[in-house]
């Protein structure tokens, strides 16, 4: 009897090793990748024709950016989440979507086993399992790569003996891309001295003349750019072809691993620090003193949570409610120029906006107070501070 088993497929050397090592066992493999925003038509069928030459049973593409997005890029923007205030999670985020989206397939499937080609030195083998086990506790783990602890060329050398004589020579540089931004890895990430090159990230800079965009967002979630309305999903994507063009969203983050290490990881992710840095702007017209005071920490506890893999925990969901219910005057429009490899914040225009001139000018003018009742404010917000002078001498 075939042992039906679900293999979360990127056509990879990894997975292309557990393919074929896992149909020569005799499972019967079902290979499913997960499109979070980094596969074209083209793509998806080369994956096909791979896993099917491999010996797997089947291959699926899901199609989940509209799921990404809904799910968790939505509340990336709202929570204006920055992992150690440089990283829009642009990699470690899809990680959940795909997990989900492959318990399903195994499910519909009812395959008895779903493996995955994670090493034992990452943060995605943390994630897959997690979500794995939670959603999907009878469900046997298969990690072919981890439990073997396989070299690239004890993987190599086992498909050149079965058969597969395929190149496999190993890029400069690993591209992982999404919809998100672009993870990008090399030998100076691997250390802390050097940069990435100019050579190493997907986009060139082809504009060097300073471009003025408008991007509208409505109830927090950017709809529109210039004088077009688009879903938020077509907006994020236009943004990333305008700002791209510019080589704008570079850099190098570092941070601790959910194992235990630091780690470092180039990224280019455009669209997304400059649709939550012009929606951070929006907020800050729009939103109460201690509105913004409480996001920053839930933004921040939200990003840490879904790059530990800890999406299923109830109190992201609890997150996601606050978060949600402080976007409902986060309407308007942010004004930004594009320069190369950097962007400037312009201003706003909103309905909501709570710089009410009528109130009075910062700094200027008051509207709304007289003298003796601001100084009377500051004499008793000096009461406290007064009290414990007195006291402590």
């Given at each position: 009897?075939?042992?039906?088993?679900?293999?979360?497929?990127?056509?990879?050397?990894?997975?292309s090793?557990?393919?074929?090592?896992?149909?020569?066992?005799?499972?019967?493999?079902?290979?499913?990748?997960?499109?979070?925003?980094?596969f074209?038509?083209?793509?998806?069928?080369?994956l096909?024709?791979?896993?099917?030459?491999?010996?797997?049973?089947?291959?699926?593409?899901?199609?989940?950016?509209?799921?990404?997005?809904?799910?968790?890029?939505?509340?990336?923007?709202f929570?204006?989440?920055?992992?150690?205030?440089?990283?829009?999670?642009?990699?470690?985020?899809e990680?959940?979507?795909?997990?989900?989206?492959?318990?399903?397939?195994?499910?519909?499937?009812?395959?008895?086993?779903?493996?995955?080609?994670?090493?034992?030195?990452?943060?995605d083998?943390?994630?897959?399992?997690?979500?794995?086990?939670?959603?999907?506790?009878?469900?046997?783990?298969?990690?072919?790569?981890?439990?073997?602890?396989?070299?690239?060329?004890?993987?190599?050398?086992?498909?050149k003996?079965?058969?597969?004589?395929?190149?496999?020579?190993?890029?400069?540089?690993?591209?992982?891309?999404?919809?998100?931004?672009?993870?990008?890895?090399?030998?100076?990430t691997?250390?802390?001295?050097?940069?990435?090159p100019?050579?190493?990230?997907?986009?060139d800079?082809?504009?060097?003349?300073?471009?003025?965009?408008?991007?509208?967002?409505?109830?927090?979630?950017?709809?529109?750019?210039?004088?077009?309305?688009?879903?938020?999903?077509?907006?994020?994507?236009?943004?990333?072809?305008?700002?791209?063009?510019f080589?704008?969203?570079?850099?190098?983050?570092?941070?601790?691993?959910?194992?235990?290490?630091?780690?470092?990881?180039?990224?280019?992710?455009?669209?997304?620090?400059?649709?939550?840095?012009?929606?951070?702007?929006?907020?800050?017209?729009?939103?109460?003193?201690?509105?913004?005071?409480?996001?920053?920490?839930?933004?921040?506890?939200?990003?840490?949570?879904?790059?530990?893999?800890?999406?299923?925990?109830?109190?992201?969901?609890?997150?996601?409610?606050?978060?949600?219910?402080?976007?409902?005057?986060?309407?308007?429009?942010?004004?930004?120029?594009?320069?190369?490899?950097?962007?400037?914040?312009?201003?706003?225009?909103?309905?909501?906006?709570?710089?009410?001139?009528?109130?009075?000018?910062?700094?200027?003018?008051?509207?709304?107070?007289?003298?003796?009742?601001?100084k009377?404010?500051?004499?008793?917000?000096?009461?406290?501070?007064?009290?414990?002078?007195?006291?402590?001498?």
């Amino acid at each position: 009897m075939n042992k039906k088993l679900v293999l979360a497929y990127s056509g990879g050397l990894d997975t292309s090793y557990c393919v074929k090592s896992l149909s020569e066992a005799g499972y019967e493999v079902h290979a499913v990748s997960v499109n979070t925003g980094g596969f074209d038509t083209t793509e998806v069928s080369a994956l096909e024709s791979k896993a099917l030459t491999l010996g797997a049973k089947s291959y699926t593409n899901i199609d989940a950016v509209e799921t990404f997005y809904e799910d968790i890029v939505k509340y990336l923007i709202f929570g204006n989440v920055l992992k150690n205030n440089t990283y829009p999670l642009s990699v470690s985020a899809e990680r959940v979507t795909q997990a989900v989206a492959i318990v399903g397939h195994a499910n519909k499937l009812g395959a008895q086993y779903i493996a995955h080609g994670s090493t034992g030195a990452g943060n995605d083998q943390v994630r897959f399992d997690l979500i794995f086990q939670t959603l999907a506790p009878k469900i046997e783990i298969i990690t072919p790569i981890r439990d073997n602890k396989l070299s690239r060329e004890e993987e190599i050398e086992y498909l050149k003996s079965h058969g597969v004589d395929w190149s496999w020579e190993k890029a400069q540089y690993s591209i992982n891309k999404g919809l998100w931004g672009t993870s990008v890895g090399g030998s100076e990430t691997l250390k802390s001295r050097e940069p990435l090159p100019d050579s190493a990230y997907p986009s060139d800079c082809t504009k060097t003349a300073s471009e003025k965009i408008s991007l509208h967002f409505d109830k927090g979630e950017l709809v529109g750019i210039n004088d077009t309305t688009y879903s938020p999903v077509q907006a994020i994507q236009q943004l990333q072809t305008l700002a791209g063009a510019f080589a704008i969203g570079r850099d190098i983050h570092v941070g601790d691993t959910i194992i235990g290490i630091k780690g470092r990881v180039g990224f280019e992710a455009a669209a997304a620090l400059a649709s939550i840095k012009a929606h951070q702007l929006l907020e800050k017209h729009t939103l109460s003193k201690w509105q913004l005071h409480h996001k920053d920490y839930i933004g921040s506890y939200y990003g840490m949570m879904l790059h530990e893999g800890q999406y299923l925990d109830p109190v992201m969901r609890d997150f996601e409610a606050l978060l949600n219910s402080s976007q409902k005057t986060v309407t308007g429009t942010v004004f930004i120029t594009l320069h190369p490899y950097r962007f400037t914040l312009d201003g706003i225009k909103s309905d909501y906006d709570l710089m009410d001139n009528s109130f009075g000018t910062y700094g200027e003018a008051n509207e709304a107070w007289t003298a003796d009742e601001a100084k009377g404010f500051i004499k008793l917000s000096a009461n406290a501070g007064k009290i414990y002078q007195h006291v402590n001498k």
